[in-house]
C-alpha cells in the first residue's frame, strides 16, 4: 500500500467516525509490514480536521466499531492469547 493509498484509509476512518484506539491500534499492527503506510495512515487521520466530513453514519459506525474492538480484546484475554 503507497502513501496517498493509507492517507485516504486514514481520511476514510475519520469520516466513518472510528474511535482513535482503533486506528491506533490498526496503525501498531500495520507498522512492521509496512510503516510508511502506518504512518500515511494515522496522519491521514488526525489531518482531517473539517467536522462537516463526518458522514451521517459516523456515530453508529465508531460505537459499533468500539463495542466490536473491546470484544475481541476481552476474547482475547478470556482464551490466553489464543484463537
Not at 467516525?17 to 494515522?42: E, Q
Not at 480536521?49 to 484475554?77: E, H, I, Y
Request: with cysteine; net charge positive.
Amino acid at each position: 500500500m503507497g502513501w496517498g493509498k493509507s492517507v485516504n484509509l486514514g481520511r476514510g476512518m475519520y469520516a466513518l467516525g472510528y474511535p482513535i484506539l482503533l486506528v491506533v491500534a490498526r496503525c501498531v499492527i500495520t507498522f512492521p509490514r509496512n510503516p510508511v503506510a502506518s504512518l500515511g495512515m494515522f496522519l491521514g487521520f488526525i489531518s482531517t480536521d473539517d467536522p462537516f466530513m463526518r458522514l451521517d453514519v459516523a456515530d453508529w459506525v465508531g460505537r459499533n466499531q468500539k463495542s466490536m474492538f473491546w470484544f475481541r480484546v476481552k476474547k482475547v484475554l478470556r482464551r490466553g492469547g489464543r484463537k
